[in-house]
């Protein structure tokens, strides 16, 4: 995978996270807010509407009592006023209206009706009175709800006395009002529609009490698009009667989620934006960075490779490519250096190919180096990574042993000095040309100085040379 590839990945990975970060942050905090707004804002609205409800029977309920502490209603039940009914409940007077009740009952104390009074109205007939004052005949006062078929009825019942509560009861007001339409438009203010539904609560978020109503429970059932909250009924007696089902659109949350959506979009593209521009801008960096890379990487090769040659030159012996004069006795000073501490025995082998100015004065220079050449791959082939070879000069060559016994550092020796006598030059289509080799040998038992060492490794060559040549000599 190219390093174009690895930075398109990071820089679409990298937007994609942060979108969806921003998308997830977002969201939790205007929706949480907009949902927290509208659970706040509905149950004020359910609160107001129990308020409004209340505060319409509460009108009732003191107008009601009011005319029933009135003196000609009180001398009406004690049948001294056969005017009363003429004056205040003939057609076209608007008493109820006034009331802002549906129906209106006088009874005596034993529950006898004297006169009703009603909107006009299929359902109030002599069966619905007789049931009104049925529920409501082991209380005095009282103010419940009940239900009649599909209608749902708010009564109250209030003692008849005289207007500053004297004398002796003479009978009883009935009043009532329909939950129907033109009360629920009156009340409503905050939701899309209300109606009555047969649905008992048995479990509720909250419950809510004032003085016409009691215990009023409700819950609230969220769906992606809709709020429905669920108002339950009871009468005195605390026996369920119906429910009220409010029904509002989710206007917050849907706005909130618009916004949302129209914030993350505009995220989206301004982070689209940022992110092309830096990676634009790394793609110019990373172009820039890799010709400098490779401008940088040649000019290393080149640095290297005039290194290495500078090294060859200063270190390495120009024509057999072993090592130099100089390079030999940097090694071989740190060697015995070290060898001080471990105690290790070091070999010193100082080398004369036999006759060498002869082979050049005899059979040209080109030949006398193919023959240094070709002894300097018989050392090379004979010794270890840790022994040292070098080509001191001219025909002198030298080589370093350590950890190995004298033993088999002779054995070594000799092994390149049989191999070198039979090593052979082709100088012409059928002559050969053969050379040997003189060795002398000396070690650091007796001093680590390596001048004193070659000093005596010399003079066991020199004695070599004299005695014969193509030979190795040692002495401890």
């Not at 009175?129 to 419940?144: A, C, D, H, M, P």
């Not at 040379?465 to 401890?476: D, F, T």
Request: glycine residues 2%.
């Amino acid at each position: 995978m190219t390093k174009k590839v690895k930075l398109k990945i990071i820089f679409v990975s990298a937007f994609i996270a942060i979108l969806t970060l921003m998308y997830n942050v977002s969201h939790k905090y205007f929706i949480d807010n907009y949902e927290s707004i509208e659970t706040i804002h509905n149950q004020k609205s359910v609160k107001d509407l129990i308020k409004n409800l209340n505060m319409q029977l509460d009108f009732i309920n003191s107008s009601v009592k009011t005319f029933s502490k009135w003196d000609s209603a009180y001398s009406f039940l004690q049948n001294s006023n056969n005017s009363f009914i003429y004056e205040n409940f003939r057609d076209g007077t608007k008493t109820l209206n006034n009331l802002s009740i549906d129906f209106l009952i006088y009874t005596d104390l034993k529950n006898n009706i004297k006169h009703c009074s009603c909107e006009k109205n299929e359902e109030l007939n002599s069966e619905f009175y007789k049931k009104v004052i049925r529920l409501l005949s082991g209380t005095k006062e009282v103010q419940s709800i009940f239900k009649h078929r599909q209608d749902i009825v708010y009564i109250l019942k209030s003692k008849v006395l005289m207007t500053d509560f004297k004398g002796n009861e003479v009978g009883y007001l009935y009043a009532g009002k329909f939950f129907n339409k033109s009360l629920f438009k009156y009340i409503n203010t905050s939701f899309a529609s209300l109606e009555l539904v047969h649905k008992e609560l048995y479990e509720y978020d909250d419950a809510v009490s004032y003085n016409s109503l009691n215990n009023i429970r409700y819950k609230t059932i969220k769906t992606n698009s809709t709020i429905y909250n669920y108002l339950e009924l009871r009468d005195y007696n605390n026996r369920y009667i119906a429910t009220i089902k409010t029904t509002s659109y989710r206007d917050y949350v849907l706005e909130g989620r618009k916004t949302v959506l129209l914030f993350n979009i505009i995220i989206a593209i301004i982070l689209l934006i940022i992110f092309y521009l830096a990676y634009r801008y790394q793609m110019i960096l990373h172009n820039y960075t890799e010709k400098l890379e490779y401008s940088v990487a040649k000019r290393t090769q080149e640095l290297e490779r005039s290194n290495k040659e500078l090294h060859e030159l200063a270190y390495k012996d120009y024509l057999t490519k072993i090592d130099n004069r100089r390079s030999f006795f940097l090694k071989v000073d740190k060697l015995l250096k070290d060898n001080i501490f471990r105690k290790d025995l070091v070999h010193i082998v100082m080398i004369d190919i036999d006759n060498f100015k002869q082979i050049n004065d005899k059979y040209s220079h080109d030949i006398g180096d193919l023959v240094l050449k070709e002894f300097s791959k018989i050392l090379q082939n004979n010794i270890s990574h840790k022994d040292l070879c070098a080509r001191l000069g001219g025909e002198e060559f030298v080589l370093a042993f350590t950890d190995i016994s004298t033993k088999e550092v002779l054995f070594k020796v000799e092994k390149i000095r049989e191999e070198t006598q039979r090593t052979k030059i082709k100088i012409a289509e059928n002559k050969d040309l053969y050379f040997t080799a003189s060795f002398g040998i000396s070690d650091n038992k007796k001093t680590n100085n390596i001048d004193k060492i070659l000093h005596k490794a010399d003079a066991f060559l020199y004695e070599v040379k004299k005695s014969g040549k193509n030979n190795i000599r040692y002495r401890e």
